[in-house]
């Protein structure tokens, strides 16, 4: 099999996103300030929730809580208040103040910077935690949420029937360098032109190196 140019695909999909959309909530966050806190705190408020309320949210309940003390302390409905309208923010706010006391009791008011020990606080799933590797702590991990499942298999670059699947195949051809930058890149393109439903094929640039699987209508 020819091996994929993965340096033309990556260059050519990013310069078709400079004029079409800014960055994910949680990567404009890790933009201004990288501490793995701030980043966990904004990608568990994100799940299922638009990216102007995530921003939002975060940034409220960031500057009243800055640090997971400051966050433990914080009554349940108070947070609540703070994320609303995030999606399930009752949920979120529940989970957010159990790491948040999980943290200080037994990581020393530090995010831990293990995959295992990430999946271990209440409401972190391995696209959380591999964000907060990410972002917060610059290691390389695949992080698969619905834009990179779906594309991923849409071009054909994987065949895999749930996001572990693709994050194990993915970290099978893609190469290292592009691990962390393949979730903006794929949340940026699935936002705009390879959508979930009809997607915008007449005016995507990587068509040659797409397989379409699944596509019965597009635009």
Request: some cysteine.
């Amino acid at each position: 099999m020819t091996p994929r140019p993965w340096d033309r695909i990556v260059r050519t999909m990013t310069a078709a996103l400079e004029s079409l959309t800014g960055l994910p909530s949680v990567s404009e966050i890790a933009r201004k300030n990288s501490d793995p806190f701030r980043v966990l705190v904004a990608t568990m408020i994100s799940l299922r929730t638009k990216d102007a309320v995530t921003s939002a949210a975060s940034e409220r309940l960031l500057v009243r809580a800055a640090t997971p003390s400051a966050l433990a302390a914080l009554p349940e409905a108070k947070i609540e208040k703070l994320i609303y309208p995030a999606g399930f923010y009752r949920t979120k706010a529940r989970s957010l103040r159990r790491t948040a006391r999980i943290l200080v009791d037994e990581h020393r008011g530090k995010v831990p910077r293990t995959m295992e020990e990430l999946l271990a606080l209440p409401g972190v799933g391995r696209k959380t935690a591999n964000l907060v590797l990410n972002l917060g702590y610059g290691l390389p991990g695949i992080c698969v949420d619905t834009h990179v499942h779906r594309i991923s298999n849409r071009t054909g670059w994987v065949k895999t029937r749930d996001p572990e699947g693709t994050e194990r195949a993915l970290m099978e051809t893609l190469p290292r360098k592009y691990w962390i930058s393949i979730n903006e890149l794929l949340v940026r393109f699935g936002q705009t032109i390879c959508t979930p439903v009809s997607p915008r094929c007449g005016i995507c640039p990587i068509t040659s190196w797409c397989a379409r699987v699944g596509v019965t209508r597009s635009r």
